[in-house]
């Protein structure tokens, strides 16, 4: 996986230390409203898990294989399920392995979890939905 890098992202990047949007207390943050699987409707997260890596919540990125993707950064999925073997290769945060992360009911690709503890997952946002 390959970053594409806009205009925005012209510094070199910082490390890919997880840090909340808002503090908790903040008047600024966001209710607990659900994100689900768009395919199935199971809970993902929630809008309270977005956090800010590299300096932003979302981030577009494309893979080697040219397909683009439009990902928001979550501390934590607890209705997703991480599949397959970290790879070190072609990551979006360097330093940081990744693993693929699927919804736990249908099984929809939905995004990828970074770092060999999961310290964060990088969420496909046209594949949640919130209502």
């Not at 809008?47 to 494309?62: K, L, P």
């Not at 940081?96 to 964060?120: I, K, T």
Request: aromatic content about 10%; charged content about 15%.
């Amino acid at each position: 996986m390959t970053p594409t890098h806009h205009a925005r992202d012209a510094s070199p990047p910082r490390p890919a230390t997880p840090r909340p949007i808002a503090a908790a207390g903040d008047p600024t943050i966001r209710a607990r409203r659900p994100l689900r699987c768009a395919a199935c409707s199971r809970d993902i997260t929630d809008e309270s898990a977005a956090i800010d890596v590299h300096g932003a919540h979302d981030h577009h990125f494309v893979n080697p294989h040219g397909h683009a993707f439009h990902v928001g950064i979550f501390k934590y999925a607890p209705g997703g399920q991480l599949v397959g073997p970290l790879v070190a290769f072609y990551s979006w945060f360097p330093g940081l392995p990744w693993q693929l992360a699927v919804c736990g009911g249908c099984h929809a690709h939905l995004g990828w979890g970074f770092g060999a503890a999961a310290e964060f997952y990088a969420l496909i946002l046209d594949r949640l939905r919130g209502d």
